[in-house]
């Protein structure tokens, strides 16, 4: 595609279930971010890929949230036991490379936990 | 590690007016600087980067910032603003080795009143 692609675009869950969030790079970028923006927290770092390792996922919040890419394209972040205060925007950005190219958002997640 | 200080949240400002926003970062080591730009129902966007040489750099729309080495500041600024401008701006670093992630801001939300 032209662009980052993230689905769903929406997700309303209940608190306990376990939710799959899915990015699609922009073809060729060997570079993935994952990010969370919540209201007047701006964007807090989560996990980056370089291909399909993960050389940083210290943003990780806790063991609820685990991340993969696999074929150095798609990636699903996925959120174990969802609780309420995950209730947030999920960016996906990618990038061509590492070497600080800019970075490619897509149009986020919205996660609503009840 | 690294962080990013976006000191106003809100800046509201008259169209034909000047402006500029606040960014300051802390790091033990060298970095590079980016401003970017959330304009309302669309993804993120980069405006502008900072990586080494001239210390004043231009971006898109005519915005500028100046990297202050001893102020540890990479300010954000336009001489004169248009109600288009209206967006919320995210400030970012990233250390020049090591990891590869970019720590943003809070945000600040420039609003331009007619």
């Known amino acids: 595609g032209a662009g980052v692609s993230q689905s769903p675009s929406n997700k309303v869950t209940e608190k306990g279930k376990d939710v799959e969030l899915r990015c699609d790079p922009i073809?060729?970028?060997?570079?993935l971010y994952w990010y969370r923006q919540s209201l007047g927290q701006g964007l807090e770092f989560l996990i980056y890929?370089?291909?399909?390792?993960?050389?940083?996922k210290s943003g990780l919040p806790s063991d609820r949230f685990s991340a993969e890419r696999t074929g150095g394209s798609v990636s699903t972040l996925t959120i174990q036991r969802t609780q309420q205060e995950d209730s947030a925007v999920y960016l996906c950005?990618?990038?061509?490379?590492?070497?600080?190219?800019?970075?490619?958002f897509g149009s986020g997640t919205q996660l609503s936990v009840l | 590690a690294q962080s990013v200080t976006q000191l106003d949240s809100q800046v509201p400002v008259f169209e034909e007016a000047p402006v500029e926003l606040r960014c300051n970062y802390s790091s033990s080591v060298s970095v590079y600087l980016f401003w970017y730009v959330q304009y309302p129902n669309q993804g993120l966007q980069l405006l502008l980067k900072y990586l080494s040489g001239s210390t004043l750099v231009k971006g898109i729309n005519g915005f500028e910032a100046e990297f202050n080495k001893s102020q540890t500041s990479f300010h954000l600024r336009k001489p004169s603003v248009h109600i288009s401008d209206t967006a919320e701006y995210f400030c970012a670093v990233t250390v020049t080795s090591g990891t590869y992630k970019y720590i943003f801001g809070t945000g600040t939300r420039l609003k331009v009143l007619a």
């Open positions: 073809s060729g970028h060997t570079a």
């Open positions: 950005a990618s990038s061509p490379s590492l070497s600080n190219e800019k970075l490619f």
């Open positions: 890929f370089q291909g399909n390792s993960a050389p940083d």
